[in-house]
């Protein structure tokens, strides 16, 4: 597994409620969507403050990490074009994939989330190629395949499914409302 690299790191060590937060929320005021926070505190009380925080803000807390006495935090900031109205036309909910993999059905999973995201929950043996990369990665994936594909709340794999579509892939599903909601089996680094 890869380790988890964030686009920016937040020292709020030492500091106690609601200071982590409030650096928390400053920090990503200046980040660009989609990219990921990893905020490091000794405060024990700001897994809970950093979780709720995202949550009420609209961006994704993806998990909490101990090293030491160090608790590193990643959170994901919401982009736009999660909000945009889905377009690819075949789309399948998250029961209707989970059922296929119950039955053992001849299929991929995709999932186009960032490594962070992916590195704390994911599908078993899903592939991971975070949206940005797949342009690049497209030959690893064959496109006579059945692709499920997957992100958080069905938005990113939206526009990956498209992408695959306008690239020739002929059986491409976008799976909604994606892991936000996924009732089904999963595995990552604290699992």
């Given at each position: 597994?890869?380790s988890?690299?964030?686009?920016?790191t937040?020292?709020a060590?030492?500091?106690?409620?609601?200071?982590?937060?409030?650096?928390?929320?400053?920090?990503?005021?200046?980040?660009k969507?989609?990219?990921?926070?990893?905020?490091?505190a000794?405060?024990?009380?700001?897994?809970?403050?950093?979780?709720?925080?995202?949550?009420?803000?609209?961006?994704?807390?993806?998990?909490t990490?101990?090293?030491?006495?160090?608790?590193k935090?990643?959170?994901?900031?919401?982009?736009?074009?999660?909000?945009?109205?889905?377009?690819?036309?075949?789309?399948?909910t998250?029961?209707?994939?989970?059922?296929?993999?119950?039955?053992?059905?001849?299929?991929?999973?995709?999932?186009?989330?960032?490594?962070?995201?992916?590195?704390?929950?994911?599908?078993p043996n899903?592939?991971?190629?975070?949206?940005?990369?797949?342009?690049?990665?497209?030959?690893?994936?064959?496109?006579?395949d059945?692709?499920?594909?997957?992100?958080r709340?069905?938005?990113?794999?939206?526009?990956?499914?498209?992408?695959?579509?306008?690239?020739?892939?002929?059986?491409?599903?976008?799976?909604?409302?994606?892991?936000?909601?996924?009732?089904?089996?999963t595995?990552?680094?604290?699992?």
């Amino acid at each position: 597994m890869e380790s988890i690299k964030p686009n920016i790191t937040l020292d709020a060590k030492g500091l106690a409620c609601p200071m982590p937060i409030v650096k928390t929320k400053k920090a990503m005021n200046e980040l660009k969507a989609g990219l990921v926070l990893e905020v490091q505190a000794t405060d024990k009380g700001s897994k809970a403050d950093i979780k709720a925080w995202a949550d009420n803000t609209g961006h994704q807390y993806l998990g909490t990490l101990e090293d030491g006495d160090v608790l590193k935090h990643y959170v994901r900031k919401s982009s736009i074009e999660e909000t945009f109205e889905k377009k690819h036309p075949n789309v399948a909910t998250n029961e209707e994939l989970e059922k296929k993999l119950t039955e053992g059905g001849n299929i991929v999973v995709l999932d186009v989330r960032e490594v962070a995201e992916f590195a704390f929950n994911h599908i078993p043996n899903a592939i991971s190629i975070p949206i940005g990369e797949l342009e690049s990665r497209l030959h690893e994936l064959n496109k006579d395949d059945e692709i499920f594909v997957i992100c958080r709340t069905g938005s990113r794999s939206d526009l990956a499914a498209q992408r695959l579509a306008e690239n020739k892939f002929t059986k491409v599903i976008n799976v909604v409302p994606g892991m936000s909601q996924w009732p089904g089996e999963t595995t990552g680094i604290n699992n």
